[in-house]
């Protein structure tokens, strides 16, 4: 078997570099796709719109995404782009109707921005605090909100429990994680 030459090994070696790269930064884009169009929902006040600035951002944040400095700040990066391709829809657009101003639209940018960091503590929070409820609840909560589709009523039946029981205990966990969480992020100075 004859030897490979060096150069074809930096090539192999840049090509798997370029290829683990892009990958984290799919990986950054699928953990805040959801952030994304929420943001852009609340700068234009229309899903319909958001739809639609929302496909242009991915075009323009994938065309540059070489230009991303993995470990910096994902959010406040994609939200630029987003803020910037929103005035771009906003200009270009002759729609009637209501239309936010450009001050409001910019305090609402702002605000959904510091927003982003808040809604990853509180996620945080949670699979800490879900990890403190008693086993029972935690596993209600698994199987009621996991990846099965079973209906609440078919999980009651399953359990052997009335229906309103269900709803019952899945309030109360709701109730008590929404409260650890306060509590985590006041404790941490979050909120």
Not at 50 to 76: I, N, P
Not at 92 to 108: H, M, N, P
Not at 138 to 143: F, G, I, K, S, T
Not at 164 to 182: F, G, P
């Amino acid at each position: 078997m004859a030897d490979r030459p060096a150069h074809s090994d930096a090539i192999d070696q840049g090509a798997s570099a370029a290829a683990q790269r892009r990958d984290a930064f799919a990986r950054l884009f699928a953990k805040h796709d959801r952030w994304l169009f929420a943001y852009l929902v609340t700068l234009l006040g229309n899903p319909a719109h958001a739809e639609e600035v929302f496909q242009e951002v991915c075009v323009v944040v994938w065309r540059s995404y070489d230009q991303f400095e993995l470990g910096t700040d994902f959010v406040k990066w994609v939200s630029v782009i987003a803020h910037n391709q929103v005035r771009r829809f906003r200009r270009e657009s002759k729609r009637s109707g209501f239309q936010l101003s450009d001050e409001t639209c910019e305090r609402l940018a702002a605000d959904a921005a510091r927003g982003a960091d808040l809604f990853d503590f509180r996620r945080d929070a949670l699979r800490r605090c879900l990890m403190k409820l008693h086993a029972s609840d935690r596993q209600l909560v698994q199987r009621c909100y996991g990846d099965s589709s079973a209906s609440f009523k078919a999980i009651a039946m399953d359990l052997g429990r009335p229906v309103n029981t269900v709803y019952k205990a899945l309030n109360r966990i709701r109730r008590s994680l929404h409260e650890c969480i306060d509590r985590t992020l006041s404790a941490e100075g979050l909120l």
